[in-house]
């Protein structure tokens, strides 16, 4: 029985393998015709890559024994036939969990030592040494065995108060918060830190990741998990029980962890089974489940159409029996509508975005080079007509005259060293200031403000300066990139003039996204540095962690923008050092053409052909390219799901036009494509034709 997100996954992922298809085919036709620069390859891998691995992360988010697990289980995994997740009374997750699926990895469960705390490694660091964790394998296909592995997550450990409050467990200022302290005087804490599954399901394949987080305490203790996964998460699902509604602690998480707008958040009441009352009427029963979710809405300040009431247990049981009447019955399939139509458009717009931006660009550079090299051309096959009943010592002239051009053009060169000169030195001194060395600098100056202050006096404002000023970066770089552009511009303008070079400077990437990304940080780590969480930060090793995982949120974002600015620079060069390749190209075709007809009487009706097969050939190439771009972007604009109803519009010279399934003749798609920017004009057929 497939959910309704199941349904819409799926549909994704088949749409985004359609769009991959199309932008494979039209990058292979553009590789083959020598038409792609190392920029416009980049484009097209980073386009497929995230084409291929886009991710939409869930995140569910409780206190102990709220049912997350259940729920992950009737949602995403009933068609195992049984618990994925351990959720049986007694085996609570006690760790953070995030389920994916990585291909080149095999099936395992990977368990991080809660220990690992204790050394000051973020988890974005530890990710990448496989030596600190411990790894089990998984059998698929064995769902007994699979069960038992999984149950690893539930193991806990008994420790000191001196351990646990080193691990972040235990705060003599807040002794409410704190685990029960036995007779030993020892404490129980989560045997791990974190737990990774890599796990073959159709859809962790699909892109799905879910993540399983548990508890106040454990999240607090995490500084990843409220810095790093929560925020990124496109989705947070925050459960609470039907029959207690919003308690203190599940308040204490929604204001200190999902209170920021920023975040997609739903919130469900689980359990509604056990408000079943025989001494009550169903309408009854229906009215305290309603009365709970407006309750809940109140306190949470959370629209009503965002709280769901559901049994996931009754879910669960209803799809492993096929039972649809006792899935409905559960409540969960509005839950189910809401998350897939809220948060699939959304991924699909994106996508969508992504797609046609590289797919015009891509077509606006060929274009440009197509349309150099049939000016090229076209020079030749007026040069090569003009020479009808010449005598030989024209030939020579001409021959003279194109050596003359080419050590003319030649000139150019120096001006081009010239040119990338400045142009280097100016992005060495953008990119500079999106280095690590200033984030280090940077966050070293907010430790060096915040340090020895008695509860974290000043924090704050000190953290909000940090951000003003990487902003203030950000926005430099931006106006250094928009100088380089000036210059290009003007550069470029010049050597068009003088060289008959087609160099276009394309818009410089903006850099409002990364700018969102820190305001996005500024808004959720803000809060640990005021006075409910300076706690915290007092904490041996926490302290430490937080500025290793600020700083490594802040460099991916410094290092994404620092990308961006240098492909849109080698772009920019990239057309420069094609087009002088062209240009000598065509140097080289029309002396070996005025040389061939020199040295072989006949010669020059064959040579004045073989120019205008080439011709004929780069107009059938505009043509395909138009029309494999087209396909491309239709099949982006198309709706998940779709994308077997296009028919792709026919490549000049592959076959008949394209028809439906009932064999009418169908329309194509060229119509879709965005307007390239203008292009130098290439002489028509009548001009070529007009005599010398």
Not at 30 to 43: F, N, P, R
Request: a neutral charge; proline letters at 6%; charged letters at 25%.
């Amino acid at each position: 029985m497939k959910t309704v997100i199941a349904s819409h996954l799926d549909a994704l992922a088949g749409w985004r393998a359609a769009v991959d298809r199309r932008v494979q085919q039209l990058a292979a036709l553009l590789s083959g015709s020598d038409l792609l620069d190392e920029a416009a390859s980049a484009q097209i891998t980073a386009l497929r890559e995230r084409l291929a691995s886009d991710k939409l992360v869930l995140a569910f988010v409780a206190e102990f024994s709220r049912g997350k697990s259940e729920l992950i289980n009737a949602i995403f995994f009933a068609d195992a036939g049984r618990r994925v997740l351990p959720a049986t009374p007694g085996r609570t997750t006690m760790c953070p969990v995030e389920l994916r699926h990585e291909p080149d990895e095999p099936p395992r469960l990977s368990l991080l030592p809660i220990e690992t705390r204790l050394r000051g490694y973020s988890l974005a660091e530890l990710r990448g040494r496989p030596d600190s964790w411990q790894h089990v394998p998984l059998e698929p296909r064995n769902p007994q065995a699979l069960t038992q592995a999984l149950s690893a997550v539930t193991r806990t450990q008994r420790v000191s108060v001196e351990q646990a409050t080193a691990l972040g467990f235990w705060n003599a200022e807040q002794p409410e918060d704190n685990p029960p302290q036995g007779a030993d005087d020892l404490v129980e804490v989560p045997a791990w830190r974190h737990a990774l599954i890599n796990y073959p399901h159709p859809l962790l394949e699909a892109g799905l990741v879910v993540i399983d987080t548990p508890g106040l305490n454990a999240i607090g203790a995490e500084p990843e998990l409220t810095l790093g996964l929560l925020p990124t998460a496109h989705a947070v699902v925050f459960v609470l029980a039907a029959d207690t509604g919003v308690t203190r602690t599940d308040l204490a998480i929604w204001r200190e962890h999902l209170g920021g707008a920023s975040l997609e958040r739903f919130v469900v009441l689980n359990k509604i089974d056990t408000l079943v009352d025989p001494l009550a009427t169903a309408e009854e029963v229906a009215e305290q489940i309603e009365h709970q979710r407006l309750v809940t809405s109140n306190t949470l300040q959370i629209p009503l159409t965002r709280v769901f009431a559901l049994s996931a247990r009754d879910a669960l049981s209803a799809r492993v029996g096929h039972d649809a009447a006792a899935v409905t019955a559960s409540r969960i399939p509005p839950l189910e509508r809401a998350l897939a139509q809220e948060l699939m458009p959304r991924r699909h717009e994106l996508l969508v975005q992504a797609a046609v931006t590289v797919v015009t660009q891509l077509l606006a550079g060929a274009l440009h080079r197509l349309t150099d090299r049939r000016r090229h051309t076209a020079e030749q096959l007026i040069e090569l007509r003009g020479l009808r009943g010449k005598s030989s010592g024209k030939l020579a002239r001409m021959l003279d005259r194109v050596e003359a051009e080419a050590a003319e053009f030649e000139r150019c060169t120096a001006r081009l060293a010239a040119l990338r000169s400045v142009q280097m030195r100016q992005l060495r001194e953008m990119t500079s200031r999106l280095s690590n060395d200033t984030l280090r600098r940077e966050v070293a100056l907010l430790q060096g403000q915040t340090s020895g202050r008695p509860f974290n006096i000043g924090g704050k404002a000190a953290f909000g300066e940090l951000l003003a000023r990487l902003r203030a970066v950000l926005a430099a770089a931006e106006r250094q990139a928009d100088e380089m552009r000036q210059m290009l511009d003007a550069s470029f303008t010049q050597l068009n003039t003088e060289f008959g070079f087609a160099l276009v400077v394309g818009p410089v990437p903006g850099l409002d996204t990364y700018k969102r990304e820190l305001s996005l940080i500024e808004d959720n780590y803000s809060r640990y540095f005021g006075f409910h969480q300076a706690w915290r930060m007092a904490q041996p090793g926490f302290a430490e962690q937080f500025r290793r995982m600020l700083l490594s949120k802040l460099r991916v974002i410094f290092e994404n923008a620092a990308a961006e600015l240098e492909l849109w620079s080698k772009a920019s060069s990239g057309q420069i050092e094609m087009q002088l390749r062209e240009r000598r190209r065509g140097f080289a075709r029309r002396r070996e053409s005025l040389e061939r007809v020199q040295s072989a009487a006949g010669e020059l009706e064959l040579r004045i052909a073989e120019v205008q097969g080439q011709e004929d050939h780069l107009v059938q190439l505009i043509s395909r390219i138009e029309v494999l771009a087209a396909n491309a972007v239709s099949a982006a604009r198309c709706a998940p799901g779709e994308e077997d109803l296009l028919v792709d519009a026919v490549v000049p010279g592959s076959g008949s036009a394209p028809s439906g399934s009932d064999g009418r003749a169908l329309p194509t798609l060229t119509s879709t494509l965005p307007a390239a920017p203008a292009m130098p004009a290439a002489p028509s057929p009548a001009q070529l034709d007009a005599p010398a």
